[in-house]
Every structure is written in structure tokens, then in C-alpha cells.
């Protein structure tokens, strides 16, 4: 029904008439504007997504037509899982470093925001050093990490030389500090042979944990907004500055860790840049740098199977899925919304 | 309004900042193509210094003719594969490419070049074939045919300071054993912290010593991976003895320490102008590294400070074999450069002429010159024994050295297989594993070739489900 309204003046010559769009036109308006986002999304996302399932059927090499095969990629794929070889290799240390860095992260996350949320002194000057690191690009901290983590002359291994721990090969060493392998190492080190702990995908972990900076800014919002009244009240029933963090502060941020659990789990599985550059594009040493990622960015673009390489990202897909859901079903036991406290 | 003043400023400078860097970008790349000649149009891998040379070949090249013009486009980087896929698929390939990495295989299979046959008469392909020695020759083909034209190759020998070997008394090696012997001199098992090896193995070299030792990666003949032979087997044991001889964390930390010289220096020289020694006595590498050396020479002369004096030999061969291996002797790993033609090129004969330019197949003279400015080995012994060229090399007996080896016909490639890039990744990882970490050297090749056949198995399926793609 047009909407059309007059409006009278007492005057023949003075009359006007106000008219607003139809609902057809005002609905093709809508289209029109939404329409460079809707064909953004079909074009370089639904249309990629969708043919990147069916290139995972298919034996697919840019060059020539993809040719269906079934499953056999994900068969290849099942069939290296358990392996030290690759997708196997890839899936081990990818869970390796997400394991590890995802917990780090929001334990050292949050750690840092209740001490910066402390109101002292140079406050401004402790938030911009914790954050900066999250805003140098990726490329440039990778390079530096390099630097800093050179057995012979990095910042690192020095650092550490004053508590009298010996130098690290760090990104040259294959072997993992939290394996048999490690393990086998401490027990070494007990028996007076030296502690070479930290491997190359413990490097990787510490730069994570480096750049937790943006993390840390999500954490600070969240203390702020937490009543002074819930303090104070824990106060008076006799809690001490601990028991008011993990009574408090904890349940309080319990949304946000959450979220930033869910998003540093996605980030830690797509982490590509930086293992690009560490490993010169190889994943070396020994292959303990081959995350997923890298593994199917070699799949795809050096040996030219698209079709494997379309698997793996499904299945990674998948996984991810898996996980997130599995994080959502945890969250009922853990996260306590505002509403619910 | 002062900050205002600062703001304009600032973007003036950005603007004008922007503006240089992309006129200088285009103006590199941007070529007038005369009217009465056809365009080449040419892509490339080099930088660095190494383009000025290739800018120069091509300038000769567009001198010399009055048919064709070269337009050389720089691809430095890793993604010229994905470029050259893309524009194959959409089309519009270049006419021409060099690349060093080891795809001919890969991409001959594949359909994305032609072989040669396609580009020029056969008899003239017969011919350029006769012309090249047998490593360049290898490197241009794939299952017999040529698809690839080698115009440049790359071979190592051993480098080592003969003032520090003059020192202990040791004399270049001959064997394994007197390798083994000048590294034990130099840095004696069980010394603290060492400062200098006399030889460190490197996990990438064990393409290099696996050939040495008489033995192959491959059989094409039954189309099998050989990586677990005694004679691998026996290379990778004695580059691992340096493991049990000075510890893997040692080596792997001493070894960073090579990356991390200033301007990736290579460490026989010395760094500071008051030493004579770098961080090895002896090392394995190429023929590039001549020109380092010297440069430090002819700068210590020239500022009259002594010099160390260098040489360079053949692999040693190994003092002792498993039964039923024969050692090799001047052999090695060789890669190189090499010209392909991509499929529906427009101007393949433009593109074959140039190819023929850069290799010297009608004048020595030219690629001699070629050879001299990059530092390259000649691909043919025609121009290696142009007079230009043995002028050059009687004046530089190290380059002079592996000129030599290259015409060895013990001089083998990345076995040239679909999936070669694969292949070789997999063996330099092995030899990691067996150098860095405690797994069996047996077990850590059984499962490295376990993993390369069955990769070899699914391209041959494929191949014989779909033999060489469509054209």
C-alpha cells in the first residue's frame, strides 16, 4: 500500500506533497546496498567453500581439470594420522602448539590484567609495553624472534645465562620441551648432562605468549567493568585479595576467557605467517614447524595437489567445529554470565 | 595550526616518498618494444646483483637481433610457480622462464611446458643436446625427453683455508678419513667450547655425499626409491659420526651461528681484518662463493694486510664401504638454471632463439661473457673452452676447479620424478633426523623411503590412469 501524504495550506498555489519510497523500492534499496557485500560473500567465500569441498573428491592440480576420485584424499589423510609424516606430523605438532599456547595465553592473559589493572604508578606506561608487542607485524616480530632466539648471540639464551640456565637451540631443535622426549632430557639434566629443553615449537609458544597484548586489552575492559560493590561485599565476608581473584575476578571474566578461548584457539590453528618465516617456508627442523597450515600451504601451492590440500582444510574445519562445540558444552560448567551471579 | 603545518608536511614527504618508489619500480620493468620487432616476454627468478647480469644478457641479446626483443620481468621470491600455474591456466603465460628449483618433472607431467620438440625442429633440439655436457643435459630432461634447457650450472666441491690446514700440517683431503682427520686437529673431540670445526657436516648435503658413496636415490628403471641402500645408509652413518664425535645441540647451535654473520658471510672467511681464519677449516659449497673469497683477497692486498690463501677440491671419497659399493669419485649434487617453455606461449620461436643466446649454442663468446659477469658454469664444454672463458679460468684456478667437475659424469640431480620438490624435502629431512635426533639411522631411512615410494606410487597410478595431461 503507497504511503502517500498531503499536506494542506489553505493556499491552491502553496501545496506541496511529501512522498517516501514503497516498500519495493525502499526493499530494492536495501538490496542495492547490501549487494556489493552479498556478491563479496558468494564469489570469495560461498563459491570457494563450496568448490573447495568438491576439489577434496577430486585429484586436482590448477592446471589441469579436477579430476573425482571419491575419498581417496581423505583416505591418505586418515592414513598418515598417527604417523610422523605428513598430515600426521602436521595434526601432532599443530595440537601441540595450540595445547600449549592457547592455556598459556589466557593464564598469562589474565595474570597480566589484575596486575595492570592495579592502580599504581606508570599504569599508562605497563599497559602500552604489554600491548605494543600485539601491534608489531607479524613478519617483523618473526624476524626479530630470529634474532632473539640465535643459540650463540640471542637475547634470550643470555637472559637466561644469568639464572644460570644454559643455552636453548630453540627454532634448532626438532625435540619438544613437553614430550618423551623432554622428559627424557630433565632426566638427564638430574644425572648431570645438559638441560637443551626448549625446542623449536616451544619458540613458537613463547612468541604467542609475547604478543598476548590484544588479549590483555579484552581482560582490562572486563576488570573495569566488574562492581566494586562484589569486592567489597567478598571483603567484608573476609576474603583476602586472592580468594577476591578467584571468587571475583575469576567467575567475572569467566565470558571473556571464554571468548578469547574460543578465538585463540581458531588463531592457533591458522597461525601461518610466523612459521613461514622461522622455517624459511620448510617447517624444518625435522619437520617440527609443519603446523597444518603450513602443511596444506605446501600441498597446494608446491606440489600442486589441490585436491589433498582441500581435504585437509576440510577436515581442519571439522575439527575446529568439533572443538568450539565441545568448548560451548564445557562453558555451562564454567562461564557465569552477569545475569546468572 | 603549527601541527597542521607538521601534518601537511608529513604527507607531502609520504606523497613524494610513494611517488619515487613507483617511478623507480616502473621504470625498471617499463620497456619501449620497437615497432618492427617481436616482443619476448621473458620472467626470471634473479635479484639482487645477479638481475643486473640477466638485464645485460638481455641487452646483448635485443642488440644482436633485428626479429625479436626480450622483455625480462624479475620474479624474485618463491611464488613464480603459482604465477606461471595461474597464467598458464588463464592463458597468457610468459613466452619464456628460468627457474632453478626442481620442476621440470612436475610440470612437464602436468602439461604446463612443452618440450622442446614442441618449440624448435627436432634436429635442432638433437643437436643443442650434443652440445651440452652430461649434468646439463640431465638436468633438462624428463623420461628422455628434453623439457628444460639448462643455461647455467651449479656445483659444489670442498672449500678450505690452506694457511690454517699449513698451520697443523694437514693437507687438502683426499678421503673421508682425511677429512675426519683435519676435523679432529682443529676442534678435538671433547673440547670445551669450541670456537672453530675444521668440518661440520650439513643435513643438506647428504644429496651430495650419497653419490659420493656410490650410491643413487632412485632407480628409474624400476621406478623405486633407493634411500635406504647400504650406500646412503654409509653416507648418512659418517655425517652422523660428527654427532657421537662433538653432540647435536653443539652442532645444531654452532651451525645457527653461520646464519647470523653479518651479511650471511660465508664462514671459511674471517670476519675481523685482524684474523686469518674463519669459522671452519673446511666447507662444502658452491662455485658463488669464489668471488667472496676474493674479494677479501684483493681488499687485503689492497689495504696491505695479510691474506689467508684458500683452495677447493672434489669430494673426498669415503676410506671405507659396505661390500658390493664402489665409491665415486669428482661426484656430487648438481642443480643449475634452466630455461622453460610454457604451454600456448605466443612467441616460442623468440623465446628459443634466446634460450640458444644465453647458452652460447651460436656464439661461444657471448655466453662466455655471460659466465664471467654471473659467476656461472657454462653448460656446454664449447665455452668452456672459448678462449674468453679459459682466459678467465687460468686467472682463477678455484672457479677453474669446478668448471672441471661439472663435465664429471658423476655429477647426479635431484632424481628428475613428479613430486621431485617432495622428494627432496623428505631426504634433508631424514638427514635431520638422523644428525639431530637419537632415532636409528636404519629406521630413520626405512620410513623416509617407505613415505617417497608411496608418493611415487600415487603419481605413477596417476600417470598410467592419465598418461601426460592434456596439451
Known amino acids: 500500500m503507497p504511503n502517500h501524504s498531503t499536506t494542506e495550506t489553505g493556499d491552491d498555489s502553496d501545496s506541496c506533497e511529501e512522498v517516501t519510497p514503497s516498500g519495493g523500492s525502499r526493499s530494492r534499496a536495501g538490496w542495492l546496498f547490501c549487494s556489493p557485500w552479498i556478491l563479496g560473500f558468494l564469489l570469495l567465500f560461498a563459491w570457494p567453500f563450496l568448490a573447495s569441498f568438491y576439489w577434496s573428491l577430486c585429484h586436482y592440480d590448477l592446471i589441469n581439470p579436477p579430476e573425482f576420485v571419491g575419498v581417496e584424499n581423505y583416505q591418505r589423510l586418515v592414513?598418515?594420522?598417527?604417523?610422523?609424516?605428513?598430515?600426521?606430523?602436521?595434526?601432532?605438532?599443530?595440537?601441540?602448539?595450540?595445547?600449549?599456547?592457547?592455556?598459556?595465553?589466557?593464564?598469562?592473559?589474565?595474570?597480566?590484567?589484575?596486575?595492570?589493572?592495579?592502580?599504581?604508578?606508570?599504569?599508562?606506561?605497563?599497559?602500552?609495553?604489554?600491548?605494543?608487542?600485539?601491534?608489531?607485524?607479524?613478519?617483523?616480530?618473526?624476524?626479530?624472534?630470529?634474532?632473539?632466539?640465535?643459540?650463540?648471540?640471542?637475547?634470550?639464551?643470555?637472559?637466561?645465562?644469568?639464572?644460570?640456565?644454559?643455552?636453548?637451540?630453540?627454532?634448532?631443535?626438532?625435540?619438544?620441551?613437553?614430550?618423551?622426549?623432554?622428559?627424557?632430557?630433565?632426566?638427564?639434566?638430574?644425572?648431570?648432562?645438559?638441560?637443551?629443553?626448549?625446542?623449536?615449537?616451544?619458540?613458537?609458544?613463547?612468541?604467542?605468549?609475547?604478543?598476548?597484548?590484544?588479549?590483555?586489552?579484552?581482560?582490562?575492559?572486563?576488570?573495569?567493568?566488574?562492581?566494586?560493590?562484589?569486592?567489597?561485599?567478598?571483603?567484608?565476608?573476609?576474603?583476602?585479595?586472592?580468594?577476591?581473584?578467584?571468587?571475583?575476578?575469576?567467575?567475572?571474566?569467566?565470558?571473556?576467557?571464554?571468548?578469547?578461548?574460543?578465538?585463540?584457539?581458531?588463531?592457533?590453528?591458522?597461525?601461518?605467517?610466523?612459521?613461514?618465516?622461522?622455517?624459511?617456508?620448510?617447517?624444518?627442523?625435522?619437520?617440527?614447524?609443519?603446523?597444518?597450515?603450513?602443511?596444506?600451504?605446501?600441498?597446494?601451492?608446491?606440489?600442486?595437489?589441490?585436491?589433498?590440500?582441500?581435504?585437509?582444510?576440510?577436515?581442519?574445519?571439522?575439527l575446529l567445529l568439533m572443538a568450539t562445540v565441545a568448548l560451548f558444552r564445557t562453558s555451562r560448567h564454567w562461564v557465569h554470565y552477569r545475569t546468572q551471579v | 595550526m603549527g601541527r597542521y603545518i607538521s601534518y601537511t608536511i608529513g604527507l607531502a614527504l609520504l606523497i613524494a616518498i610513494g611517488s619515487l618508489l613507483i617511478q623507480y619500480g616502473s621504470s625498471r620493468d617499463a620497456v619501449q618494444i620497437p615497432d618492427d620487432r617481436e616482443e619476448v616476454v621473458f620472467w626470471h627468478f634473479w635479484g639482487g646483483e645477479d638481475r643486473d647480469v640477466v638485464d645485460d644478457v638481455v641487452r646483448r641479446f635485443n642488440e644482436s637481433q633485428s626479429e625479436y626483443f626480450v622483455r625480462a620481468i624479475a620474479m624474485p621470491g618463491n611464488n613464480l610457480q603459482a604465477k606461471l600455474f595461474l597464467s598458464v591456466a588463464g592463458g597468457d603465460p610468459p613466452d619464456i622462464i628460468n627457474q632453478d628449483d626442481p620442476v621440470v618433472p612436475d610440470w612437464a607431467h602436468r602439461g604446463v611446458i612443452d618440450s622442446l620438440e614442441q618449440v624448435a625442429p627436432a634436429e635442432e633440439v638433437a643437436a643443442v643436446r650434443d652440445f651440452l655436457l652430461p649434468a646439463a643435459e640431465k638436468l633438462s630432461t624428463y623420461e628422455g625427453e628434453?623439457?628444460?634447457?639448462?643455461?647455467?650450472?651449479?656445483?659444489?666441491?670442498?672449500?678450505?683455508?690452506?694457511?690454517?690446514?699449513?698451520?697443523?700440517?694437514?693437507?687438502?683431503?683426499?678421503?673421508?678419513?682425511?677429512?675426519?682427520?683435519?676435523?679432529?686437529?682443529?676442534?678435538?673431540?671433547?673440547?670445551?667450547?669450541?670456537?672453530?670445526?675444521?668440518?661440520?657436516?650439513?643435513?643438506?648435503?647428504?644429496?651430495?655425499?650419497?653419490?659420493?658413496?656410490?650410491?643413487?636415490?632412485?632407480?628409474?628403471?624400476?621406478?623405486?626409491?633407493?634411500?635406504?641402500?647400504?650406500?646412503?645408509?654409509?653416507?648418512?652413518?659418517?655425517?652422523?659420526?660428527?654427532?657421537?664425535?662433538?653432540?647435536?645441540?653443539?652442532?645444531?647451535?654452532?651451525?645457527?651461528?653461520?646464519?647470523?654473520?653479518?651479511?650471511?658471510?660465508?664462514?671459511?672467511?674471517?670476519?675481523?681484518?685482524?684474523?686469518?681464519?674463519?669459522?671452519?677449516?673446511?666447507?662444502?659449497?658452491?662455485?658463488?662463493?669464489?668471488?667472496?673469497?676474493?674479494?677479501?683477497q684483493q681488499r687485503r692486498e689492497a689495504e696491505g694486510l695479510p691474506a689467508p690463501s684458500f683452495g677447493v677440491c672434489p669430494l673426498p671419497i669415503p676410506a671405507e664401504l659396505p661390500p658390493g659399493v664402489t665409491a665415486r669419485s669428482n661426484a656430487g649434487w648438481v642443480n643449475g638454471n634452466f630455461f622453460v617453455f610454457p604451454r600456448n606461449a605466443r612467441n616460442r620461436s623468440g623465446a628459443w632463439e634466446f634460450a640458444k643466446f644465453w647458452i652460447g649454442y651460436q656464439s661461444t663468446d657471448q655466453a662466455a661473457k655471460t659466465c664471467i659477469e654471473g659467476g656461472w658454469i657454462p653448460v656446454s664444454q664449447s665455452v668452456v673452452e672459448s678462449p674468453e672463458f679459459k682466459k678467465y679460468t687460468d686467472a682463477n684456478p678455484l672457479f677453474g676447479k669446478f668448471v672441471e667437475l661439472a663435465s664429471s659424469p658423476n655429477q647426479f640431480p635431484t632424481p628428475p620424478v613428479v613430486g621431485a620438490a617432495m622428494f627432496k624435502r623428505a631426504v634433508e629431512s631424514a638427514s635431520y633426523d638422523a644428525m639431530f635426533t637419537d632415532k636409528p639411522i636404519e629406521e630413520i631411512l626405512q620410513s623416509t623411503n617407505q613415505t617417497i615410494q608411496q608418493q611415487l606410487d600415487r603419481q605413477q597410478r596417476r600417470l598410467e590412469e592419465a598418461p601426460k595431461a592434456t596439451r
Open chain 1, 79 to 318: 592414513s598418515e594420522i598417527g604417523t610422523d609424516r605428513g598430515f600426521g606430523l602436521a595434526l601432532t605438532n599443530t595440537l601441540y602448539y595450540s595445547l600449549l599456547s592457547v592455556p598459556l595465553s589466557v593464564i598469562v592473559g589474565v595474570g597480566l590484567a589484575a596486575l595492570l589493572s592495579a592502580n599504581v604508578r606508570g599504569q599508562g606506561i605497563f599497559r602500552t609495553l604489554v600491548f605494543l608487542p600485539s601491534i608489531i607485524p607479524v613478519v617483523a616480530a618473526s624476524v626479530l624472534w630470529l634474532w632473539l632466539l640465535d643459540p650463540q648471540s640471542g637475547f634470550i639464551n643470555y637472559v637466561l645465562s644469568w639464572v644460570g640456565v644454559e643455552s636453548q637451540n630453540w627454532l634448532n631443535q626438532s625435540r619438544s620441551a613437553v614430550s618423551g622426549e623432554g622428559l627424557a632430557v630433565v632426566t638427564g639434566w638430574l644425572d648431570g648432562q645438559p638441560l637443551k629443553l626448549m625446542g623449536s615449537k616451544d619458540a613458537l609458544v613463547l612468541m604467542t605468549i609475547w604478543g598476548v597484548g590484544n588479549f590483555v586489552v579484552i581482560y582490562l575492559a572486563a576488570i573495569g567493568d566488574i562492581p566494586n560493590a562484589m569486592y567489597e561485599a567478598a571483603a567484608i565476608d573476609g576474603a583476602g585479595p586472592l580468594r577476591r581473584f578467584w571468587h571475583v575476578t575469576i567467575p567475572m571474566l569467566s565470558p571473556v576467557i571464554f571468548f578469547n578461548l574460543v578465538m585463540g584457539l581458531i588463531r592457533s590453528v591458522q597461525t601461518f605467517a610466523s612459521i613461514y618465516v622461522l622455517s624459511e617456508g620448510t617447517g624444518e627442523p625435522g619437520g617440527s614447524m609443519t603446523m597444518i597450515s603450513l602443511q596444506l600451504f605446501l600441498s597446494a601451492f608446491t606440489d600442486f595437489e589441490m585436491g589433498y590440500a582441500s581435504a585437509m582444510a576440510w577436515v581442519l574445519f571439522v
Open chain 2, 146 to 296: 628434453m623439457f628444460a634447457l639448462c643455461n647455467g650450472l651449479d656445483i659444489r666441491a670442498l672449500y678450505y683455508n690452506q694457511t690454517l690446514l699449513d698451520k697443523y700440517g694437514l693437507e687438502p683431503p683426499e678421503t673421508t678419513n682425511d677429512l675426519d682427520r683435519i676435523a679432529e686437529a682443529i676442534a678435538p673431540q671433547g673440547s670445551g667450547d669450541v670456537q672453530r670445526y675444521g668440518y661440520l657436516p650439513d643435513t643438506r648435503r647428504l644429496w651430495a655425499w650419497g653419490y659420493v658413496f656410490g650410491g643413487s636415490f632412485y632407480d628409474d628403471v624400476d621406478h623405486q626409491a633407493t634411500i635406504d641402500s647400504p650406500a646412503v645408509d654409509a653416507a648418512l652413518k659418517w655425517m652422523a659420526s660428527y654427532r657421537d664425535k662433538y653432540s647435536a645441540d653443539r652442532i645444531a647451535a654452532f651451525r645457527t651461528g653461520d646464519q647470523s654473520l653479518p651479511g650471511k658471510t660465508f664462514p671459511l672467511l674471517p670476519i675481523r681484518d685482524d684474523e686469518m681464519f674463519g669459522r671452519y677449516a673446511v666447507v662444502m659449497d658452491g662455485q658463488w662463493q669464489v668471488r667472496k673469497i676474493l674479494a677479501l
